[in-house]
């Protein structure tokens, strides 16, 4: 379950009168051709490929429970509105794209200086039904303040090319209204997992750094080519 301790998500239920199964042919063939018009309004979506910064990776553990966090330093103390995740992923032969080492039971504190030990806002796990998933996990916050966010993962989950299991994140968004405040802001971890490279695609600093395994195209307009320089 995914339990937000500072405010109910409002229900998205359309009304009853509403209700497909109340339309006639026509209604519904209206509906589908507005659902039709909506769609081609919408950015279309793709995958970053190539070479970059991936993310965030912790140290690697044989078994999934151990205990792994990431802490965010804003700027400066600020209400925050929402925290978003965004998962690292691969491609699985079968069932296609899924996330990995996205853990499996994790909670969000707000710290402020104040408040040292910082204040329980969102506690997810694995009941929520969340994986497999390749979509980012929006959470909702509703203006707490906070001058860093931590985010510690209780349970991990497997990577998929070793069996090993570790806490892995391709992006964090933290907002406050509609801008990113911790877009290129200090990270700090329990752990990482730095390979022996010279140029690495896991890092701290990649988890705040703006790259996200999407790309995204607008459904009109002329479509813009990203070259990657890392």
Known sequence: MISLLVGILPAMAEPESTSLSQLKLPQLEQRLVEIDAELSRLAKTSLRSGVGSIGYRSATHPTGNHTEWVEI????????????????????????????????????????????????????????????????????VYGVPASRIRIEASRLSMRAFDQRYALQLSEVLIFSGNKNIALRRPVRSSSSDLPKRRSPPWRRKFLVDGHTPYLMDAAIGEKVLLISTQ
Do not use: C, M
């Open 73 to 140: 330093e804003l700027e400066k103390e600020v209400p925050i509105d929402e925290i978003t995740l965004v998962p690292t992923l691969w491609r699985d032969s079968k069932k296609g794209f899924q996330a990995d080492g996205f853990p499996l039971s994790f909670r969000i504190i707000a710290k402020t200086e104040s408040n040292p030990q910082g204040h329980l806002i969102a506690e997810v796990d694995s009941s929520s039904g969340y994986l497999p998933r390749i979509a980012p996990l929006v959470i909702p």
